[in-house]
T-cell receptor
Framework: DQQVKQNSPSLSVQEGRISILNCDYT??????FLWYKKYPAEGPTFLIS?????DKNEDGRFTVFLNKSAKHLSLHIVPSQPGDSAVYFC?????????????FGRGTQLTVWP | DGGITQSPKYLFRKEGQNVTLSCEQN?????MYWYRQDPGQGLRLIYY???????QKGDIAEGYSVSREKKESFPLTVTSAQKNPTAFYLC?????????????FGPGTRLTVL
């Protein structure tokens, strides 16, 4: 059973606009969340993370929001650029879990068009 | 440069043959992981190892085997028992120190069974 869900397999956004990627989770023990970006035929690269003690974390054009009561997080990219076109994975880790084990969503393909 | 290497990039095998995928890291990380990516499936955990000479099954371990004889190396063998071996395989590692949940990924190996 998927403990981390990304219900939108794809998202298309015009360059310069905001991209919002969503992620839901079911395990209340999750206390650390990460977003990874992946290009075809390459390994994922870490983008941004957030601890459950926070509700927002920013890094340049990327901001992650966490709503613990709703078990929901989102990644905002502003402004979106064509180079942002990639698959974005949401991942979560549980308090006291196996060393560094992450649970991944199925990913959202973001396409940014000029 | 520190990082994770996977070889080969592309691998072809005949049905019924075992094949071993290489994963080496020079990050001095304790924990290493193997994932499988299929279209629309996200990253699914095959095996993981927290320390040398110890490893555990992930969510889809059937038809796979691993070894961890050295800290730097975590090879994955895809056996003939794996029913659908064609996929993109990713190796990852993490230091796991403190709350460092970030996993670093290799470039991946595309395995195709003919």
């Amino acid at each position: 059973d998927q403990q981390v869900k990304q219900n939108s397999p794809s998202l298309s956004v015009q360059e310069g606009r905001i991209s919002i990627l969503n992620c839901d989770y079911t395990n209340s023990m999750f206390d650390y969340f990460l977003w990874y970006k992946k290009y075809p035929a390459e390994g994922p690269t870490f983008l941004i993370s957030i601890s459950s003690i926070k509700d927002k974390n920013e890094d340049g054009r990327f901001t992650v929001f966490l709503n613990k009561s709703a078990k929901h997080l989102s990644l905002h990219i502003v402004p979106s650029q064509p180079g942002d076109s990639a698959v974005y994975f949401c991942a979560a880790s549980a308090r006291g879990s196996t060393l560094g084990r992450l649970y991944f969503g199925r990913g959202t393909q973001l396409t940014v068009w000029p | 440069d520190g990082g994770i290497t996977q070889s080969p990039k592309y691998l072809f095998r005949k049905e019924g043959q075992n094949v071993t995928l290489s994963c080496e890291q020079n990050l001095n990380h304790d924990a290493m992981y193997w994932y499988r990516q299929d279209p629309g499936q996200g990253l699914r955990l095959i095996y993981y190892s927290q320390i040398v000479n110890d490893f555990q099954k992930g969510d889809i371990a059937e038809g796979y085997s691993v070894s961890r004889e050295k800290k730097e190396s975590f090879p994955l063998t895809v056996t003939s028992a794996q029913k659908n071996p064609t996929a993109f395989y990713l190796c990852a590692s993490t230091s796991g120190s403190g709350r460092a949940y970030e996993q670093f990924f290799g470039p991946g190996t595309r395995l195709t069974v003919l």
